[in-house]
């Protein structure tokens, strides 16, 4: 929440996955408040996600810049196979990432069928995506909903073969998959 928004209210189930509900109006009167919990009760009300405000200069340079507001757009388009790296500014590991995915943009720019995309996953969430390590890389294919995620070697050369195999090289566990314990990558959980 910012600064500006409180006092404010928020529903929180706690469950596999978090999920957070914001009353459609600031009054924390009685009444507004009961109407809240009830609509929750009653299934009327809608996740409350996260979403940084859209850049103007998001498709500007090799690697676009994805919010939760532009991102089906982008990712689900049916004409391109979309590359989208999941991130924590804070992370080490997608410190690391950095010049090598501006090199995988770079490379992939001038083609009209792949975009290379990255979203901050901790200011952005996604209700039918949740990501719970950093970085993580996700292939989205030109005309199909689901995406491949990348556990191959995290080098020009790795990411490339990934995108230009359309997922087959370096291809990961699917989305509903457990992570292996031995995965040293950060989780979002371990904050």
């Given amino acids: 929440m910012k600064k500006d928004e409180v006092p404010a209210a928020r529903l ?11 009353p459609e109006t600031t009054d924390l009167t009685a009444d507004s408040l009961r109407q809240f919990v009830q ?15 859209l850049p103007e200069d998001w498709n500007k340079s090799p690697v676009k810049v994805l919010v939760a507001s532009n991102f089906d757009s982008v990712a689900f388009d049916d004409t391109k196979d979309v590359l989208v790296e999941f991130y924590a500014p804070w992370c080490g590991h997608c410190k690391q990432l950095v010049p090598i ?12 069928d792949i975009v290379i995309a990255k979203m901050d996953a901790t200011a952005n969430e996604l209700e039918h995506t949740k990501i719970s390590s950093f970085p993580t890389l996700r292939l989205y294919k030109k005309g199909d909903s689901l995406s491949i ?3 191959g070697p995290r080098t020009f050369e790795g990411i490339t073969k990934f995108v230009e195999s359309g997922g087959v090289e370096g291809a990961g566990v699917e989305e509903a998959e457990e992570e292996t314990e031995d995965d040293d990558t950060p989780k979002k959980d371990e904050l």
Avoid: C, P, R, T
């Fill in 12 to 22: 929180i189930k706690l469950e596999d996955d978090m999920a957070k509900y914001k």
């Fill in 101 to 112: 995915y501006d090199k995988v943009g770079e490379h992939f720019e001038k083609n009209d």
């Fill in 39 to 53: 609509d929750y009760l009653d299934g009327k009300m809608k996740q409350h996600l996260l979403s940084q405000d």
């Fill in 149 to 151: 995620e990348y556990n």
